[in-house]
């Protein structure tokens, strides 16, 4: 299980947010919500253990993450703002090369880009891809082998309806396997049984 206590950082000599208490446990999704600035993105960098809190601490059955870090990482999938892809590489390259740095076998790629109903597009070079299409390549690490976190910071921005849908059935056979997601996102992806929790904008 995942979980913070007592939560709070100060950026740029201001409070982004407080004391925040927050659990996840295996099958559960959390979706963040709140304003432009009330700190979603970086709750999720925070539980990613890329950000360190200023006060409070974030733990994995009971131990802090800030303990080891790299074991944290090899736990969950995040995926920012960014697609993390190389504009040159083609979408099969861009996941392989994800998938040899985590040890995951190659042949994994191919799965992961249909997963994504990237399937035809496998040789296409990253940077002529459409927006949608550079997401869904960002996405498709998610397909790449399980993890039992994903943390998601507006995974939607750029996707069609359809891939929105593709996405949900992401999230819920993950669930479905006993994985947790927490998810920033400002529209509306629909995800049966989650829990909001609210980040109000600090003064
Ligand atoms: N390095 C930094 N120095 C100073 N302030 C920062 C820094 N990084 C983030 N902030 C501030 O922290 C606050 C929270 O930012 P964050 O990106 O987490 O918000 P958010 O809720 O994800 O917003 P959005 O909905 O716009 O994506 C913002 O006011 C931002 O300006």
Known sequence: MLATTGLGIIRGERAVFTDIDLAVEPGEAVVLRGPNGAGKSTL???????????????????????DDREAHGRRLRYAGHGDALKLALTAFDNLA????????????????????????LGMLPAGVMSAGQKRRLGLARLALAPRPLWLLDEPTVSLDAASVDLLAGMIWDHRAAGGMVVVATHDGLSLPNARTFVLEKAA
């Not at 539980?47 to 800030?66: E, H, K, N, Q």
């Open 97 to 120: 090369f994800w998938a040899r740095f985590e040890g995951t076998p190659v042949e994994a790629v191919d799965d992961a880009l249909d997963r994504l109903g990237l399937g035809a």
């Open 44 to 66: 999720l960098r925070i539980l990613a253990g890329l950000l360190s809190p200023t006060v409070g601490r974030v733990t994995w059955d009971g131990a802090a993450i800030a």
